[in-house]
């Protein structure tokens, strides 16, 4: 089985990110894994139908929230009127549509503080109503900051990367799980996810007078952004909730480990010679990645530490 969340192919631009997934090895190495996996996992309806020209048994399963993460957190009581973004620096072009937004929201509102977890907009100055917090290495450490700060509004903002109609739903259910009412950019990634006006707003023509419309409604009625944060959670809770998700997977995994166990299914038939260069031409590319990664001698060590694990199971009883 091989999970992936992303359209790796398609993700362009000058950030280390895309650099990494344009290399020619990165590249022969995922089409490597995508074409030899027996399952292909995806979490969206859009990089399924990518993937399927790559595999035809590419399936799709829902992506997780796992709310015991909740437990014990606290939420903050102040009185500031917070709206928030967490990602990634490789998002930071997302947030161009928020250039005349923010200004107009923090001249207009003097309660209202905007905060971003692991990226700020590079035109955007750090101040008393303009918060910067790093990334965390601990998703848990993330999780009780993220619910400590009491977002009102959570943002998620997509530009038109053609990359970004893959992603998955993680904003929403982030966003939702800590009861924080979201506006999402209508995108592929939230469509199917997102009831607009019920569990969130959605942003169709993504111009800074939507954003600033949206977060203005949300501003003017707590008590629509109230109801909508709690279906928001309820749906989330629901749809996404670790455990439920985990019974799809467990089922999956169930079913393909029959099938490949099963003496019905026959291994693909192929001459020695056939093999031969197929097991040639998987490990010189585990040579060039070993050599990309870490140069000629983390190739060696690995090379090395291969032979003692093959001698080591191999060798007399």
Same mark, same amino acid.
């Given at each position: ?51 399927? #020209? ?18 014990? @957190? ?11 973004? =967490? ?15 923010? #200004?107009?929201?923090? *001249? ?10 692991? @990226? ?19 998703? *848990? ?35 939702? +799980?800590?009861? @924080? ?26 111009? *800074? +007078?939507?954003?600033?419309? =949206? ?16 279906? +928001? ?82 060798? #007399?009883?």
């Amino acid at each position: 089985f091989y999970y992936i969340d992303d359209n790796f192919w398609l993700i362009v631009g000058e950030t280390a990110l895309a650099k990494y997934y344009q290399h020619p090895i990165i590249r022969r190495s995922l089409k490597y894994a995508v074409e030899k996996a027996h399952t292909v996992i995806a979490n969206s309806v859009a990089l399924r139908e990518y993937i399927l #020209p790559k595999n035809r048994n590419t399936v799709l399963l829902p992506a997780f929230f796992d709310f015991s993460l909740l437990s014990g @957190c606290e939420v903050s009581t102040d009185s500031e009127y917070r709206i928030g973004f =967490a990602g990634s620096p490789s998002r930071d072009a997302d947030l161009d549509i928020l250039k005349d937004v923010i #200004p107009h929201i923090l *001249a207009k509102r003097s309660n209202v503080v905007f905060e971003f977890v692991g @990226c700020i907009p590079s035109w955007l100055t750090q101040g008393g109503r303009v918060r910067f917090f790093g990334h965390m290495n601990s998703y *848990a450490e993330y999780i009780n900051f993220q619910v400590q700060r009491g977002w009102k509004i959570g943002l998620a903002p997509l530009d038109n990367k053609n990359s970004n109609k893959y992603k998955t739903n993680n904003k929403y259910r982030e966003y939702s +799980a800590f009861r @924080c009412a979201g506006i999402y950019t209508q995108s592929e990634s939230y469509v199917g996810s997102v009831v607009d006006g019920v569990t969130g707003l959605f942003i169709e023509s993504n111009t *800074a +007078a939507s954003w600033i419309a =949206a977060i203005e409604r949300y501003l003017d009625d707590e008590a629509s952004r109230a109801t909508i944060a709690d279906n +928001a959670y309820n749906d989330v809770l629901r749809r996404f909730d670790i455990a439920t998700v985990a019974a799809q997977w467990t089922a999956l995994f169930q079913v393909g480990g029959r099938l490949m166990n099963s003496s019905t299914i026959q291994p693909v038939r192929i001459s020695t010679w056939g093999g031969f260069v197929r097991r040639l031409s998987h490990y010189w590319l585990l040579v060039e990645i070993s050599m990309y990664e870490g140069g000629i001698k983390l190739t060696i060590a690995r090379v090395l530490n291969k032979f003692l694990r093959y001698f080591h199971f191999k060798g #007399p009883r």
